[in-house]
């Protein structure tokens, strides 16, 4: 048991003591920890690039100066490529269906040349809507898979 009187060293009377006296130590390492909290919240949870896009919209910078001040993300980038191979293979898609197309075009005015002598009458019995929108031959595929009904549009 703790006596009063002058036998007490300092930090026996520091244990004892009924008040807690706070540490400077202990003062800091709370404010870094606060501080920590802070910039850690702002660095991973505040999205800055968005907020700097819609500044620049809202200031009438165009989008493509936008995108030329503004990097894309990871996913954008990743996005605009599965893109592109998309295109590319609706193009090669398009392509086959064209060579295709060409030689039955060919092979049906070889024919029609054979019975006809003149080239002017082979070319006027091939008639193209020209109302309609003409679709590509991807552009058929794909409203076909979406369950459109293509058959009132020509398709080349």
């Known amino acids: ?11 026996t009377r520091r244990a004892v003591s ?13 404010v870094i920890l606060l501080v ?3 910039l850690f919240n702002n660095l991973f ?7 700097e896009i819609k500044q620049l919209r809202a200031s009438g910078v165009s989008t493509d100066e936008i995108k030329a001040f503004i990097p894309q993300t990871i996913r954008e980038r ?8 998309n295109e590319m ?7 086959v269906y064209l060579k295709e197309e060409v030689k039955r075009l060919s092979r049906l005015l070889e024919k029609d040349s054979a019975k006809n002598s003149s080239l002017g009458d082979s070319l006027d019995a091939i008639k ?3 109302d309609s929108k003409l679709e590509t031959y991807s ?9 459109k009904n293509v058959t009132d549009k020509a398709v080349r």
């Open 45 to 51: 949870f505040q999205d800055y690039r968005l907020e």
């Open 36 to 38: 920590f909290i802070f």
């Open 128 to 130: 193209l809507p020209e």
């Open 89 to 95: 293979e609706r193009l090669k898609d398009d392509v």
């Open 1 to 11: 048991m703790p006596a009063l009187g002058n036998g007490e060293s300092e930090s």
């Open 139 to 147: 552009d058929t595929e794909r409203n076909l898979k979406n369950g």
């Open 78 to 85: 990743r996005e605009a490529e599965e893109d592109k191979k």
């Open 18 to 30: 009924a008040y807690p006296t706070y540490n400077k130590n202990m003062l800091l390492n709370i």
